[in-house]
């Protein structure tokens, strides 16, 4: 029993994980989602006239369980090296959905990981009820295919992050804007991906969600094998004080695609006009099993070299602060999307980002629209203080004792 508000440890997970690495039964499931919490399983219920996405009754089939409804990001981070070293066990990765191919060897131990559908928030993306609808019915598969088989295992279903975060009221009015060149680290991110020339780092690269969509169908999102569970060969990157290169080769990223390259082109130059050097981004690269290279130009990513650059939103929608532009015609079947996108390609101390450069410039149209409302009421404001300072008083009053009071038309 875990008390309200009490979130559990690495030290208490590994205590709470001991039963698994001691039973008779040696085959543990792991059911890896991207973004999870608690609330989710109430929020999207019926109750709040949603469709109930978990139809799947894991917990109340298996003959025992355990909630956790609070976990420490550094533990389940860590959760799949902890497992790993814990036991003998045979790994197996699952990326695709269809898992009538899953291979289990009832003699020995064994540790499933799959990778399930990650919950993509956008216009365009597929919704967060559908997604772990979809999820739901992949752990059903799995579970139902091990069950008959007559193996006995174990499941563990959780996140690399919460998808919902309670902030308490003390804590609001401290909140600023923070990125991760701030010397406390958000607790909630994962590491950014980070290339070295021998013992020095030359690129910092991170996003909260890196995703392509090819032909307007396939959806590749590469968040987790960039930084959560890193599946990246970054070996291809290049350095140097003037030109950078941080080349991502991804083997069998989704189904139909057997390899996937993507680089970021970045140059250093000294601009005379600020009499200083900028480090920008100037094309986006994809390559696609070898073949036709789709090329994106960039626009609206710059920052003093010093600096790394930062932005909330960057892809390929009109709509983004940061655009790629596709440059030719076999870049217009790609769409990119990237959240919370940091990356520095030069003069990287202490293995850390350095201040952030934002995208979105100190005039964004809230401030404008504050400006012009308040130049409109202090127009007012003046207009009306001029027409009360031109009334005027009478300069003579009609005597009851004397003559009437005349007063000719022009005055």
Known sequence: AMHEGHIV?????????????TQNSRNLVLFLQDRLSI????????????????????????????????????????????LQESGDWKL?????????????????????????????????EISTLEAIAENDKIIGRVTMDLQKRGIHFSVIYTAV?????????????????????????????????????????CILFYAGN??????????????????????????????SDSNTTLSLKYTKPVNGISSLEIRFLMTNKFYEGSARQWSTLDSVEIIQDGGNLAKFNVSAISAPAEYSFHCQLVGTGNRYPARLI????????????????????????????????????????GIWMGLITSVILVWIL??????????????????????????????
């Not at 440890?9 to 690495?21: D, H, M, N, Y």
């Not at 998808?163 to 994962?190: C, F, G, K, N, P």
């Open 382 to 411: 003046t207009y009306g203080i001029h027409m009360i300072m031109q009334l005027t008083t009478n300069n003579r009053f009609d005597d009851p004792k004397g003559p009437a009071l005349s007063v000719p038309q022009t005055e």
């Open 326 to 365: 596709p440059a030719n015609d076999e870049a217009k079947n790609w769409d990119v999307f990237i959240s919370t996108l940091q990356i520095q390609g030069f003069n990287i101390e202490n293995n850390q980002f350095s201040y952030a450069s934002d995208c979105t410039g100190f005039f964004t149209p």
């Open 39 to 82: 609330d989710d399983f109430t929020y999207l219920s019926e109750s709040y006239g949603n469709k109930n996405p978990f139809q799947n009754e894991i917990l109340q089939s298996f003959p025992s369980s355990l909630a956790l409804p609070a976990v420490d990001c550094e533990a389940t981070k860590y959760l799949l090296s902890f």
């Open 9 to 21: 440890s690495a030290q208490e997970l590994t205590v709470l994980l001991q039963p698994l690495f």
């Open 161 to 201: 992050r919460p998808s919902r975060i309670s902030r308490r009221i003390d804590v609001m009015t401290e909140l600023r804007r923070q990125l991760m060149a701030t010397e406390e680290e958000d607790s909630l991110s994962y590491p950014p991906l980070n290339v070295t020339t021998g013992n020095f780092t």
């Open 210 to 239: 890196f995703s392509l969509r090819a032909n307007s169908s396939v959806l590749i999102d590469l968040t987790n094998a960039t930084f959560v569970t890193p599946n990246v060969d970054s070996s291809a990157s290049e350095c």
């Open 92 to 124: 197996t990765n699952i990326t695709n959905p269809n898992v009538s191919q899953l291979e289990v060897n009832a003699s020995e131990g064994n540790l499933v990981v799959v990778q399930l559908q990650p919950l993509v928030s956008g216009s365009k």
